[in-house]
């Protein structure tokens, strides 16, 4: 007898034989046709061999908050100058990839050029945030994953959430639950436009805990929140809505995971 699992991985694997029949996979980079067995590598579905090497992992030394890479070797944890003096309602950000090069240009695709057949190859770099080892040490199956919320205008302006698509991704690879627990109550335009501190007093109240998540019997109550967003640059964005899950709704652990640091 079949389980349910052994149909879908069945069924999955006829699928991807028929797609690549049709349409042969193409790297995300270069486009060049990926050979046969380059999907044995873990990135080998989306990137040929050169352009995996070309994507600038984020690797240790970086700062134990904001996840900011150092040069050099530093072999004790540290606080960036940026983070020294500044509360976050997160416990610590971490990202896979640094924002440059073709991880940059990925995310860029994705979000602006509405490119959602990206979601896999972005989920798939998502993943490596979890590596970190402060992560690692956790049962994460326990952990719920939140999407930095998109107003509604926005949303429907770039016609899909893209760090609910990235949640939805990595749920299906690692069965850690992905809720929409937060929603964006205001729309704020051309945001890049303003200063920082116009910026910040803009996040301020900017998000809200949606029905079902609210009161005293919020099911984060207590619970621990991987917060997904696609590239963490200044973590205003984050902070804003750590702070609405911790406040709100009680949780009680709040870490950011990005694709890319910016
Ligand atoms: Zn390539
Ligand atoms: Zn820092």
């Not at 690692?174 to 929409?180: D, E, F, W």
Request: hydrophobic share 35%; aromatic share 8%.
């Amino acid at each position: 007898m079949l389980t349910l699992a052994q149909v879908r991985q069945a069924t999955a694997t006829c699928w991807r034989a028929w797609l690549d029949a049709v349409y042969p996979r193409m790297c995300r980079v270069c486009d060049k046709p990926l050979p046969e067995r380059d999907a044995l590598r873990p990135l080998g579905e989306w990137f040929c061999k050169d352009c995996e090497e070309d994507l600038d992992k984020l690797e240790p030394p970086y700062c134990k908050v904001c996840g900011q890479p150092y040069e050099g070797m530093i072999e004790s944890e540290f606080r960036c100058g940026n983070c020294a003096d500044r509360k976050f309602f997160f416990d610590f950000a971490v990202a896979g990839y640094q924002a440059e090069g073709s991880v940059r240009e990925l995310v860029h695709q994705f979000k602006y050029g509405k490119d959602i057949s990206l979601r896999g190859a972005l989920g798939d770099l998502l993943q490596r945030a979890l590596q970190d080892p402060r992560l690692q040490k956790e049962d994460l199956r326990g952990w719920c994953l939140v999407p930095v919320p998109l107003h509604r205008i926005r949303e429907h302006e770039r016609e899909f959430n893209q760090s609910w698509e990235l949640c939805r991704q990595l749920a299906r690879r690692t069965g850690i639950p992905a809720l929409q627990v937060l929603r964006r109550k205001h729309h704020t335009d051309k945001q890049s436009r303003l200063t920082r501190a116009q910026r910040l007093e803009n996040l301020r109240g900017a998000f809200a805990l949606r029905r079902g998540f609210q009161g005293p019997e919020s099911p984060l109550k207590n619970g621990k929140v991987l917060l997904v967003d696609d590239v963490f640059t200044t973590g205003a964005t984050t902070d804003a809505c750590a702070r609405v899950l911790r406040r709100e709704g009680g949780a009680q652990k709040v870490v950011v995971i990005a694709v890319a640091r910016g």
